[in-house]
């Protein structure tokens, strides 16, 4: 991983948590992903992204309470930290930069 | 609740789970497992069993990829030591704060074990530090004289002949330059002021230079080279010269003997086996001498020192020389079938393990197992005082362990809570070490008053102080933290919480062994003090032959104007001091009890060829030595006023008699012995009796009638005692000093000079005795820790007993019981280990006691009693407090 940069699951997957508000755990994830962005994607690949969100310190957790459901396991809930909006909103800002910069009339042509 | 069955029928394949553990680190599996399993159900409702199934191993397969994660996951990781530290140091304080007592209790054990271990050490690295103040002492050795007569050794003497090192120089390459010291005493004058000096040497110019005695007047290369030269030390030129300069003063000698002072040396060191205030040069010695002090190969009374090149080995030395002396030698000493061997001794030895005939110090010599003893015992008092430490720790790990259950519980790792005890630990080690050095600086002046040593405070500034005590202080507190970090880390959270805690077993045991360990060393130094005290009191009160009760000794005149009229003033001295009604004898003779003889001559019977000839000590006596003494005759008579031709006549003791050879007393009377020239006759043998300290057994000696000028006068007081003696000395010294102008009235109490020679083994004891009483304070500090522990965890148990009706008694007995054992277990290994090395050390007397039991039943009993008195105290409190407040405790 170079620094702190989004790989582009990670910044889908940031956003999930975003939106799912209380409830971003990994399933959970996985079924918005694949609702609102149309991505199917193993289980184990939001695993992975949603760990290293939480190194990389974009992600908090904490454990949920424990259900009847998945064998009585506990969920590890997660949240998006402060310093996971600020990159959020940066890349938002980056690329609204970017679309701004591109010529009218090739946004005519699309 | 899914039923029984059906879940089994649900299950996802066992396999992916499996693969999943492996995947994950434990913390991570169950999240994941459960995500996993999430998915699983859902499937199973939507899709079937078979596709939920596939979808399920396909997910733990394609999880490999975040195997990383079980590395990464683990929540140790992350930096924090720092604030983990202050939060030891935190908690230590809060526990030392929380537990007064046991800390107090760990605190000055520890503290004083450091204290006494500090003097101990101090005193060793001094008593090891002799002669090393010598630039060269690495390959400065002196020449040991050993001779042998008929293949047998005779002595070894710490002088050597006058030629021996001139002719080492001439013949070894190895020898870079040697240097003879014949020591003398003599009556110094300067102007009027006289004293008698006993740190005279006459010593060859090279002496200054192979020792570092420095001169801060005068030059090292010819202050010593010209007769009636003398070198005098910085006290004694203040002593003479006051604020003068001494250069080129004259001073005498015994009034006879006039010479130059050519330089002033800095005073000689305390921890130099050789101390002079006066050196004077050899070549005045020669010219006394006809030269005999350059070239006699029998004459032994020269301390000779040679520096040797870098790099000799003294072993080959010795033996080259052997070879060498032997081609000079050998026709002579084949004549006297004798054989002269000389050894180089390194002179780092001699303080501690040098104990030759005519030694430098004797009264001064360092005893080599002492230093060694009491080096194993200040490692025995740290030792201890560690055991106290880890004892107190493990007998409260109870209290602490639901400490540990919940630091577990909030997710403490096993190294860290090590980390807790080793770095708490640490703090006590540290703390006892400042208090320690405290007790060090307020007690070093009782210290040394108590054991005649010179320690002072310098040590506190030197490096290698620093270094050494902090490395024995941190490896204590590392090791002393361990045992008890390892018991307290290693509980288990859940039984801890419970309240199950009782102690380990094995605990218990090493407990046990601990105290047992204190006890039996405590033992050891009682019994092993106790012994040295009797064997100490049995030879001062031996019967050692002579009597030395209420003797006075005035050293005689070194100043005498003419010989010839010694006698007749002796003779009137004699009789006014026989006037004073406090005075019942007068006796004068060239040595007394206690002060070695250096007069040594060649003896024979007359019949005898010339070969047959051996070496006697000689003490002269006159006509009132013997009875002075009350030295009885075993044959013959006494020499006497009244028979003009004693002058012919010799008296020898017991050990002589058979030493020249006859069968006994009676046989010797009247027989010739050849001695000096002439013939003389044997009148009488006296019996043995101890010339020297009862370390040795008497040794031949032959006793000639000697009238003249002699080195001590011995006054006999009255026996009753005498009720103003500084009247007396007056009366004495006035006397003195009018018959022998310009001397000093030098004096001492023969019993007090006798037994000086019982220096080493009193200092010895005393500093035995000292530790001794540290080691059983900090053993007490232990147990007394210990007991009151036990006690109180047995609170309910004493409470539930008094309920029922347990009288104070009883549960005293109770509570006392295991430490009695202990202690009786500890005295049965104590018992031999002093004996045995106790035997060792009383062979070092020729006259010792023989160990009695008592003393180890009295050594016992005393551990045990004070034992009992301290687990008594906490005992008792425990044992009477009220039954209702022991039954709530908890």
């Known amino acids: 991983m170079k620094g702190n940069n989004l790989g582009e ?67 590890r809930l997660f949240k998006v930290t402060s310093a996971g909006f600020a990159t959020l909103k940066e890349s938002k800002e980056m690329k609204e930069q970017l679309w701004s910069n591109i010529p009218q009339l090739s946004f005519v042509n699309s | 609740m899914i039923p029984a069955g059906q879940n089994h029928v649900n299950r996802p394949p066992a396999l992916g789970t499996f693969l999943l553990r492996k995947i994950y680190s434990a ?26 199934s596939l979808h399920y191993l396909k997910d733990a397969v394609l999880s490999a990829r975040n195997y990383d994660l079980r590395r990464k996951r683990h929540y140790t990781t992350q930096n924090n030591s720092g604030a983990m530290i202050r939060n030891y140091l935190k908690i230590t304080l809060r526990t030392i704060s929380k537990n007064k007592v046991y800390t107090a209790l760990n605190i000055m054990g520890l503290a004083l074990g450091m204290a006494a271990c500090i003097f101990i050490m101090q005193y060793v690295a001094y008593e090891r530090s002799y002669d090393k103040f010598n630039v060269n002492f690495k390959n400065l050795y002196r020449i040991q004289y050993n001779f042998y007569r008929e293949g047998e050794l005779q002595f070894e003497c710490a002088a050597a002949v006058p030629r021996v090192g001139p002719f080492m120089k001439e013949k070894m390459p190895e020898v870079v330059d040697f240097a003879r010291a014949y020591p003398l005493s003599m009556v110094v004058s300067y102007n009027n002021i006289n004293f008698r000096e006993d740190r005279i040497h006459i010593a060859d110019p090279a002496f200054l230079k192979i020792f570092t005695f420095p001169l801060i007047k005068g030059d090292v290369e010819t202050c010593l080279t010209e007769p009636n030269t003398v070198v005098i030390s910085e006290t004694a030129a203040k002593k003479y010269f006051g604020d003068e300069d001494p250069i080129g003063k004259m001073i005498r000698a015994d009034g006879q003997y006039s010479m130059a002072v050519t330089a002033v040396a800095k005073d000689v060191p305390n921890n130099s086996h050789i101390k002079f205030d006066f050196l004077i040069s050899y070549q005045t010695l020669n010219n006394q001498t006809d030269n005999q002090s350059e070239t006699a190969w029998g004459w032994y009374d020269f301390n000779s020192y040679v ?47 040098s104990n030759l005939l005519q030694e430098s110090e004797p009264d001064e010599a360092g005893d080599g197992e002492a230093v060694f003893f ?94 050494v005590a902090m490395l024995v202080v941190f490896i204590g507190s590392f090791l002393s933290g361990l045992y008890p970090a390892f018991v307290l880390s290693s509980y288990q959270p859940s039984t801890v919480l419970k309240g199950k805690m009782t102690g380990k077993k094995g605990g218990i045991l090493l407990r046990k062994t601990l105290v047992i360990f204190q006890f039996a060393s405590s033992v050891c130094l009682i019994a092993g003090t106790l012994i040295v005290y009797q064997q100490l009191s049995f030879v001062r009160n031996l019967d ?68 047959a000839r051996k070496t006697i000590y000689i003490a002269g006596v006159d006509y009132d030595y013997f009875p002075a003494y009350d030295i009885r005759f075993v044959a013959g008579r006494n020499y006497d006023r009244t028979f003009g031709t004693d002058t012919g006549s010799l008296i020898l003791n017991e050990a002589g008699a058979k030493f020249l050879g006859f069968a006994s007393a009676e046989e010797a009377i009247n027989q010739k012995l050849s001695w000096g020239r002439g013939n003389k006759t044997i009148v009488g043998i006296v019996e043995d009796y101890n010339q020297m300290s009862a370390k040795t057994k008497p040794t031949p000696l032959l006793f000639p009638l000697v009238t003249g000028r002699s080195s001590f006068f011995t006054i006999k007081l009255d026996k009753n005692g005498v009720s103003d003696l500084s009247q007396l000395f007056d009366k004495v010294e006035r006397t003195y000093t009018a018959y022998f102008p310009g001397n000093p009235f030098d004096y001492f109490f023969l019993d007090d000079f006798f037994n000086r020679q019982y220096n080493p083994e009193k200092k010895f004891s005393r500093v035995f005795t000292l530790f001794a009483g540290f080691a059983i304070v900090i053993a007490c500090l232990g147990l007394f820790g210990l007991s009151s522990f036990n006690a109180l965890q047995k609170t309910k148990e004493i409470g539930i007993r008094k309920a029922i009706g347990a009288d104070v008694g009883h549960i005293v007995m109770l509570l006392s019981k295991e430490f009695v054992y202990l202690v009786l277990f500890a005295n049965l290994i104590a018992w031999p280990a ?20 008592m003393i180890f039943v009295i050594a016992g009993l005393l551990v045990l009693v004070i034992a009992l008195l301290t687990v008594g105290y906490k005992t008792m409190s425990t044992a009477k407090s009220d039954p209702v407040k022991a039954l709530r405790y908890e």
């Open chain 1, 9 to 75: 699951l990670e910044e889908l997957v940031l956003l999930m948590v975003a939106s799912l508000g209380d409830e971003a755990y990994a399933v959970a994830v996985r079924e918005e992903l694949e609702k609102t962005a149309s991505r199917v994607v193993n289980i184990s690949a939001v695993h992975s992204s949603l760990y290293r969100l939480e190194d990389k310190g974009f992600l908090s957790s904490e454990f949920g309470g424990a259900t009847s459901k998945r064998g009585g396991k506990k969920k």
């Open chain 2, 27 to 52: 913390e991570l599996f169950e999240e994941i497992h459960g995500d996993l399993l999430e998915l699983y159900e859902e499937r199973l409702e939507t899709k079937g069993k078979w596709i939920a």
């Open chain 2, 307 to 353: 520096l040797l090149r870098d790099g000799t080995d003294p072993v080959a030395f010795n033996k080259k020389f052997a070879d060498v002396l032997y081609e000079e030698r050998h026709e002579e000493e084949e004549k006297y079938n004798i054989r002269q061997e000389f050894l180089l001794q390194p002179i780092t030895d001699i303080h501690l393990s």
């Open chain 2, 374 to 467: 009491l080096t194993i015992i200040a490692a025995f008092i740290l030792v201890i005082a560690w055991i106290n430490y880890i004892n107190l720790s493990t007998a409260r790990s109870v209290e602490r362990a639901k400490e540990v259950g919940v630091r577990k519980v909030m997710g403490a790792f096993k190294a860290q809570l090590i980390g807790q005890f080793i770095t708490e630990s640490l703090v006590m080690n540290l703390l006892s070490f400042v208090l320690g050095l405290v007790i060090v600086t307020l007690g070093i002046n009782q210290f040394n008053a108590l054991t005649d040593a010179s320690l002072d405070l310098s040590f506190l500034l030197s490096a290698s102080f620093w270094g």
């Open chain 2, 544 to 611: 050692l032959g002579f009597d030395m009760t209420e003797t006075l000794v005035v050293k005689g005149p070194g100043v005498f104007a003419a010989d010839s009229l010694y006698g007749s003033t002796m003779q009137t001295f004699r009789n006014e001091l026989l006037q004073m009604p406090e005075i019942t004898a007068l006796a004068s003779g060239t040595n007394v009890p206690g002060d070695e003889i250096f007069w040594a001559n060649g003896i024979k019977r007359a019949e005898e060829p010339n070969e």
């Open chain 2, 834 to 853: 002093t004996w045995f090395i106790m035997n060792n050390w009383l062979d070092n007397f020729a006259y010792r006691i023989s160990i009695s039991p």
